[in-house]
């Protein structure tokens, strides 16, 4: 299996799509994705789920970024409803970064194809992005601190 990666066309229409939305939108398309990854890389051993897999990692990977915004966004958003409905929010308002199934299940593969220099850049994408990495000071939060729309 060559693990290749999606055409720089197919990503930017994508990325271009993903856009369009808003940040609830992103969310929920990044968690569809994800149970995705998760679903076919199970029954792997089975027709073409595998491949499917590998294609919903590289579409998560493709607006990672914009997930990862999206969801500090959403946070965000919660802690602001929350007070403008119950009053001061309680609790520290810090979100703590995931991990991203799409990058691990990713990595993992690509280890097994024996492609470390694609597994290198990936996780050098995920580290700059934040995955996995500590937590964002809500009360510091002022709007969109890394999104930009560069494919």
């Known amino acids: 299996m060559m ?7 197919k990503v930017a229409w994508f990325r271009d799509w993903v856009f369009k939305k808003n940040f609830l939108e992103v969310v929920d398309l990044h968690c569809q994705l994800t149970e995705a990854v998760r679903k076919h890389y199970r029954l792997r051993n089975h027709g ?5 897999a590998v294609s919903a990692c590289e579409y998560l990977i ?3 970024d914009i997930a990862m915004d ?4 959403k946070a965000h958003y919660k802690i602001y409803e929350y007070e403008q409905i119950i009053g001061q929010y309680p609790y ?3 979100f703590y970064r995931p991990s991203h199934i799409g990058y691990d299940q ?3 593969l690509l280890r097994r194809y024996k492609q470390p220099e694609r597994e290198k850049a990936l996780t050098n994408k995920m580290m ?3 995955w996995r990495g500590g937590e964002v000071n809500l009360s510091e939060f002022n709007g ?3 999104l930009h729309n560069n494919g």
């Open 92 to 94: 520290p308002k810090k």
């Open 128 to 130: 700059s992005e934040g």
């Open 48 to 52: 073409n789920h595998l491949l499917i």
């Open 106 to 108: 990713l990595g993992v």
């Open 70 to 73: 999206a969801m500090i966004a």
């Open 3 to 9: 693990l290749q990666g999606l055409a720089p066309q």
């Open 62 to 64: 493709s607006i990672s």
């Open 144 to 146: 969109r601190h890394f």
